[in-house]
T-cell receptor
């Protein structure tokens, strides 16, 4: 069965702190994505990748970096976290027709 | 630029009835995929059903079906014989067919099913 695993599931950090969100997929999909979900906005695309070493900018990239180290692993980095980045983050993987989501990471920046 | 719009913020229905949700989209591509997802109370996002733009037949999976009106750029979701557990937030999403573009989501419709 298709699987996308996110870690951690919950994270609290302080303003200015560094945070790394991890995502691993075992679907052999080329494409991986990071989204954030906020009330009233639905899911908004932060960054995405076509494969190891590739990175594409999404719709709300400011304050975020991402790195795709292998086909399986995609990381989202917040180097100077701010309260505006408090959100629910989802990772997804896909081929051309199927898109599967992880269970989400709830990040709180205090 | 692509865009997905869900204008219904919330819908309340009685159990065992039919609920219909609207979604319109904008795209310049001739090939695209349309999806509906359900977000449960736990936050999990679950794939429900997909419509490929080149297919004329409306997709159906279980008690979910689509009303695809390509000239109107519309893809409605129909849930028949609703159950309490169908209470959730439903998202419409679109993906253009060229080169693995990302899913673009609407803002969601909250469905509440009452006994």
């Amino acid at each position: 069965e298709a699987a996308v695993t996110q870690s951690p599931r919950n994270k609290v950090t302080v303003t200015g702190g560094n945070v790394t969100l991890s995502c691993r997929q075992t679907n052999s999909h080329n494409y991986m994505y990071w989204y954030r979900q906020d009330t009233g906005h639905g899911l908004r695309l932060i960054h995405y990748s076509y494969g190891a070493g590739n990175l594409q900018i999404g719709d709300v990239p400011d304050g975020y970096k991402a790195t795709r180290t292998t086909q399986e692993d995609f990381f989202l980095l917040l180097e100077l976290a701010s309260p505006s980045q408090t959100s629910l983050y989802f990772c997804a993987s896909s081929d051309m027709r199927e898109v599967f989501f992880g269970k989400g990471t709830r990040l709180t920046v205090v | 630029a692509q865009k997905v719009t869900q204008t219904q913020t919330s819908i309340s229905v009685m159990e065992k009835t039919t609920v219909t949700m609207d979604c319109v989209y904008e795209t310049q591509d001739s090939s695209y995929f349309l999806f509906w997802y359900k977000q449960t109370a736990s936050g999990e996002i679950v794939f429900l059903i997909r419509q490929d733009s080149y297919k004329k037949e409306n997709a159906t999976v279980g008690h979910y079906s689509l009303n695809f009106q390509k000239p109107k750029s519309s893809i409605g979701l129909i849930i028949t014989a609703t159950q309490i557990e169908d209470s959730a937030v439903y998202f419409c999403a679109m993906r253009e067919g060229q080169g693995g573009r990302a899913l673009i989501f609407g803002t969601g419709t909250t469905v509440s099913v009452s006994p």
